[in-house]
């Protein structure tokens, strides 16, 4: 059964960084596109980026653009977000996400989460 | 960027009742909308994808309609687990987008 499992959230100080990862299973990672998407306390969901199954092709949204760094691992069937020059307006969860196969931008696994906080 | 608005924000129902929620796009996204059912504690799931394709081992009781700019989800029968926060996204312009969301909750 797929399996995405986050780690490296936490609290950090604004200015810092953070590297998340996100380590797949029960499928053949090295297919498919995958993405982070996050969701700020009490607000809506909201895609950060994503990187092609090959790691040709990645894009962010405008928000973490020349701060946050989206790569993989396809021999570790692995994902990371490298952040830095953090904000308070990172604060959120963050979300490893698998792209439905040859339909676009559709969602069709996700990880639990992992809690990014920003704060001194 | 396409903004998308869920209505009612917060649905409260009983088990065995019908549950319309709606999504409006600020300009027409085709037919390319999601639904997302995420319950507390969990990962979110997809529901439906291209406005009415059930996602895989997606109950039937979960329908989608529409197209354009208005869309609904349909819950035809609530079961318990049905209560939780339902996300619309449109992938029809760059970047994808997710609605504010609708709470079902139990009446």
């Known amino acids: 059964q797929v399996q995405l499992v986050e780690s490296g959230g936490g609290l950090v100080k604004p200015g810092g960084s953070l590297r998340l990862s996100c380590a797949a299973s029960?499928?053949?990672?090295?297919?498919?596109?995958m993405s982070w998407i996050r969701q700020a306390p009490g607000k809506g969901l909201e895609w950060v980026s994503y990187?092609?199954?090959?790691?040709?092709?990645?894009n962010y949204a405008d928000s973490v653009k020349g701060r946050f760094t989206i790569s993989r691992d396809n021999a570790r069937n692995s994902l990371y977000l490298q952040m830095n020059s953090l904000r308070a307006e990172d604060t959120a969860v963050y979300y490893c996400?698998?792209?439905?196969?040859?339909?676009?931008?559709?969602?069709?696994?996700w990880g639990q989460g992992t809690l990014v906080t920003v704060s001194s | 960027e396409i903004v998308l608005t869920q209505s009612p924000a917060t649905l409260s129902l009983s088990p065995g009742e019908r549950a319309t929620l709606s999504c409006r796009a600020s300009q027409s996204v085709s037919s390319y909308l999601a639904w997302y059912q995420h319950r507390p504690g969990q990962a979110p799931r997809l529901l439906i994808y291209?406005?009415?394709n059930r996602a895989t081992g997606i109950p039937a009781r979960f329908s989608g309609s529409g197209s354009g700019t208005d869309f609904t989800l349909t819950i035809s029968s609530l079961e318990p687990e049905d209560f939780a926060v339902y996300y619309c996204?449109?992938?029809?312009?760059?970047?994808?987008?997710f609605g504010p969301g609708t709470k079902v909750d139990i009446k």
């Open positions: 029960g499928f053949t990672f090295s297919d498919y596109y």
């Open positions: 996400v698998r792209r439905k196969l040859g339909s676009g931008s559709y969602y069709i696994s």
């Open positions: 996204q449109q992938r029809s312009n760059w970047p994808p987008t």
């Open positions: 291209d406005a009415s």
């Open positions: 990187i092609s199954s090959s790691s040709s092709y990645t």
